[in-house]
């Protein structure tokens, strides 16, 4: 098949020759004697014209059929030039058509529109189809670019790309978990990872020195419309590096993948801005230092944030602060970051904690928050004396995180790390409001998986095999 194939886009370097191309009908227009398909492939849009012998197969033809077609490609007269499409100056002589496909009349949404009128619940039933519209496809295309971008300026720089696992146990990021019983321990519970944040420091401790990894995490947090439990983190750490360290590598690498994609960054050197100043500034630790027209040529304004306190008292009304402080101090982003090295000796005598630095530093992006890390905990006594400080009694800081402490007596080199949310990151570049739109197949805003609609319920026999009962909610 594909060996007699051109694309759309190489029509242009075949004039006034026969070409077969495959493709989607975007639409068609028939005239009585002369008609027009446009035809559509992963590279544009072009015009077919037929008359004649080909009307029958034409007439049978609707909006998303798939087609093979033969041609020759004629250039269009002066008045017919079409500026709107790229292969505006050309079309094809239509000399044969085979269906590949059918498509219904009745085609559940439109697909030749931005699609953002149409109700989310059948936007992401049908993303299949709602991802084919030319609006999905470019922001699913800059999201790969930016992939492609992001592991070359890693590699480049040295570092390994490392997966880590699925099913493990709690990683505190200050959000509930997602459990996945056990089929081989019944009653016992993986959880899904809130982020790599244990692994990517166990690989510090393994000497990788510098790590990075694209990441799903899971966090059960409140759903919003624009966010569901899933997303995709751009997750690094590196060894025998300090706050100065992290702050210079990765704006270095930040603005080379930029630039590299044609970005225009609105500061040479990100400004830093004390985290008190920025809260007293704009209320929150998260800003936007655009002016109107920079605005509206979507120059990218980044910041770092530095000096968060590295506690706060628990918020009461949220269930995983609740659990995470159990003397009513909690973290503020990260169990496992370490206070700016002037704070460690309130730190490790448990005073003054509202008062304490940590080392975290988040990158702010045209309003967003766009990453956050900071410098870890690499000694027993360093990670004991914040769940100590967070009320944590012996028993429970072994069954927590025992694991890190063996493994910190076991010469975890000084490290640091930091990560991105690449939802996001897309939905800044692609100038969208929603992170949905930056996702292949989001979930719903109730929490409903996109086209499969999962979760769905389970056979009394597999529940048997989890040894799980199911009890009726109380309301
Ligand atoms: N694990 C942190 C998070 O997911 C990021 C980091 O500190 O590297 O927010």
């Not at 009128?117 to 059948?122: M, N």
Request: glycine share 8%; proline share 3%.
């Amino acid at each position: 098949m594909l060996d007699q194939r051109i694309l759309i886009k190489d029509t242009l370097n075949n004039i006034d020759k026969e070409v077969t191309l495959f493709g989607w009908v975007d639409s068609i227009r028939d005239h009585g004697k002369v008609g027009f398909i446009d035809l559509r492939d992963r590279t544009g849009i072009i015009q077919v014209v037929f008359y004649g012998k080909n009307y029958e197969t034409i007439k049978s033809l609707g909006n998303e059929f798939v087609i093979k077609l033969t041609g020759k490609v004629q250039k269009r007269g002066e008045k017919q030039i079409n500026e709107d499409i790229e292969t505006g100056t050309v079309e094809i002589d239509l000399k044969e058509v085979e269906i590949l496909n059918t498509c219904k009349e009745m085609i559940p949404i439109p697909v030749n529109s931005e699609g953002l009128d149409i109700k989310e619940e059948k936007r992401l039933k049908y993303r299949y189809l709602d991802l084919r519209r030319t609006r999905m496809q470019k922001i699913m295309r800059l999201r790969s670019d930016l992939y492609k971008n992001i592991r070359e300026e890693f590699f480049k720089n040295d570092f390994v790309e490392i997966e880590t696992p699925l099913l493990t146990k709690a990683t505190k990021e200050g959000a509930r978990d997602f459990l996945v019983p056990s089929l081989y321990d019944a009653g016992k519970f993986y959880a899904l990872p809130q982020s790599p944040q244990q692994y990517k420091q166990l690989l510090m401790t393994a000497g990788f020195e510098n790590y990075f990894q694209l990441a799903k995490c899971v966090r059960g947090e409140d759903l919003r419309a624009d966010r569901g439990f899933e997303f995709t983190q751009l997750d690094i750490e590196m060894s025998f590096v300090d706050r100065e360290d992290v702050l210079t590598k990765i704006e270095a690498m930040v603005k080379n993948i930029m630039n590299k994609m044609g970005v225009k960054m609105k500061d040479n050197i990100f400004p830093r801005i004390d985290y008190h100043d920025a809260v007293a500034k704009y209320g929150e630790d998260k800003f936007d230092l655009r002016n109107e027209q920079e605005k509206k040529d979507n120059v990218l304004a980044f910041a770092w944030v530095l000096n968060t306190p590295m506690y706060k008292k628990v918020d009461k009304e949220d269930a995983a602060e609740v659990e995470d402080g159990k003397n009513g101090w909690t973290f503020t982003h990260n169990p496992f970051s370490v206070p700016m090295p002037e704070h460690i000796g309130d730190q490790i005598k448990g005073k003054n904690l509202d008062k304490i630095i940590s080392t975290q530093y988040d990158l702010v992006c045209n309003g967003y928050e766009l990453g956050g890390g900071s410098i870890r905990a690499h000694t027993r006594e360093l990670l004991e004396s914040t769940f100590k400080n967070m009320g944590y009694s012996k028993e429970e800081i072994e069954k927590q995180v025992g694991h890190m402490l063996t493994a910190f007596e076991l010469g975890t080199p000084p490290h640091g790390g930091i990560a991105f949310g690449l939802d996001r990151w897309v939905m800044i570049l692609a100038g969208e409001k929603s992170l949905k739109e930056t996702i292949a197949f989001p979930m719903t805003s109730t929490g409903k998986t996109a086209v499969m609609q999962g979760p769905d319920t389970i056979e009394e026999s597999k529940l048997k095999e989890f040894n799980i009962k199911i009890i009726e909610k109380d309301e």
